[in-house]
C-alpha cells in the first residue's frame, strides 16, 4: 500500500512539473532528470555502485541547474501552493482568466489574413494555444494593446505606413495583446534561406510548444503556419481556419471536450512529438 501510494505521489509531482511549463526545453529538462532518477534506480538496484555515484553526482548538479533556470516557473508555482490555489496546479488550463476562444475571433483571424494575402501585405501573428508565453522568449516585447480582437484592427497594424507594422502580433484567446513584437531568429541549417519574417516565426514556435505562428509573405502573398520549429507553406485559408479551430478547440467551454483535451495536452507533453520537428519548407 505505502509502495503505492509513493508511486501515485511521484507521478503527481512528474504532473505537476510537466503542467508547469509550456516551454519546449523546460520539458526537455525535465524529461533529461527523469531519465538520470530513472538510470540511477535502476542502478542501485543491480549493484553497480560506481555508475550510481557518478548518476547521483550528476543528478545533484542537474538540479541545482534546473532550479536556477527554472525559476520563473518555481516562483509560480510555489506562489500558487502559497495561495492554497491547488486547483489550479491539478487544472492548469484552469488558471487561465478566460477559457472561451469565440468562433468569432477565428473568423476575424481568417478573413484578416485572407485579406492580407490578396493584398500582399506582409504579417507575423502569434497565436497561443495554451499557457501565456513568458515574456522572456521574446526578443523585445513590442508595444502593449490588450485590445479586442478584429479584423480591422489587424489589418491596419500591418500597414506599412504605421509604426507597429514591424514585427509580430501576439494574440490571447479574443484579444491582441502586444504588437511589433520582436522575436528569435531560427538558426536552423534549413531555416537559412528563408526570410527573416518566416524564420522569426520558425524561432518562437522552437522554443515554445504553447504557440503557433501565422505568416503571410509581403513578396508573393501565401499563407504559412509555424508550429514547433517547423514551417507548412503554402497553406489554404480553409486549412488555417481548421488549424486554428482544432488548436484553440481547448479552450471552448464545453466539458467533455476540454477533459479530453487537457489528457490530450498531457499526452502532447509527455510523449515524443514534441520532440519530433517537422522538416521546414525551403523557399521557393
Ligand atoms: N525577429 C523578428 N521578429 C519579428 N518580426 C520580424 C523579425 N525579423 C523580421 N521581421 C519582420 O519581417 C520583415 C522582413 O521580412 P523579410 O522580407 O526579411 O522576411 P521574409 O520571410 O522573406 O518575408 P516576406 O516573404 O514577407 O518578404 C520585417 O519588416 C519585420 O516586420
Excluded at 24 to 31: G, N
Aim: net charge positive.
Amino acid at each position: 500500500m505505502q509502495r503505492v501510494i509513493d508511486v501515485s505521489l511521484v507521478l503527481l509531482l512528474v504532473y505537476l512539473m510537466l503542467a508547469l511549463s509550456s516551454d519546449r526545453r523546460t520539458l526537455l529538462m525535465i524529461r533529461g532528470i527523469i531519465f538520470l532518477l530513472l538510470a540511477s534506480i535502476i542502478s542501485n538496484r543491480i549493484g553497480l555502485s560506481l555508475l550510481n555515484f557518478v548518476l547521483d553526482k550528476l543528478l545533484v548538479g542537474a538540479a541545482v541547474a534546473m532550479a536556477v533556470i527554472l525559476q520563473p516557473e518555481l516562483r509560480r508555482f510555489l506562489e500558487r501552493l502559497g495561495r492554497g490555489d491547488l486547483l489550479s496546479l491539478l487544472h492548469p488550463m484552469q488558471s487561465r482568466p478566460a477559457e472561451v476562444e469565440s468562433d468569432s475571433a477565428i473568423d476575424e483571424i481568417v478573413d484578416a489574413v485572407k485579406e492580407l494575402s490578396q493584398n500582399r501585405t506582409g504579417a507575423l501573428m502569434i497565436v497561443e494555444t495554451g499557457e501565456p508565453i513568458d515574456e522572456h522568449n521574446f526578443s523585445v516585447l513590442g508595444v502593449r494593446l490588450n485590445a479586442v480582437l478584429s479584423k480591422e484592427l489587424l489589418q491596419t497594424i500591418f500597414q506599412t505606413t504605421t509604426l507597429l507594422h514591424d514585427g509580430a502580433v501576439l494574440m490571447r484567446e479574443d484579444r491582441v495583446i502586444a504588437a511589433g513584437v520582436i522575436l528569435p531568429i531560427s538558426d536552423r541549417a534549413a531555416s537559412r534561406e528563408i526570410g527573416t519574417r518566416h524564420r522569426a516565426a520558425m524561432g518562437i514556435t522552437e522554443r515554445v510548444s504553447s504557440c503557433f505562428c501565422i505568416v503571410v509573405s509581403e513578396e508573393t502573398g501565401s499563407i504559412a503556419i509555424a508550429e514547433n520549429g517547423g514551417l507548412d507553406r503554402p497553406v489554404t485559408s480553409a486549412r488555417l481556419r481548421e488549424v486554428l479551430e482544432t488548436k484553440l478547440a481547448a479552450y471552448r467551454p464545453v466539458n467533455l471536450g476540454r477533459t479530453v483535451s487537457r489528457f490530450g495536452w498531457l499526452w502532447e507533453k509527455i510523449s515524443l512529438k514534441t520532440l519530433v520537428t517537422r522538416k521546414s519548407t525551403p523557399r521557393k
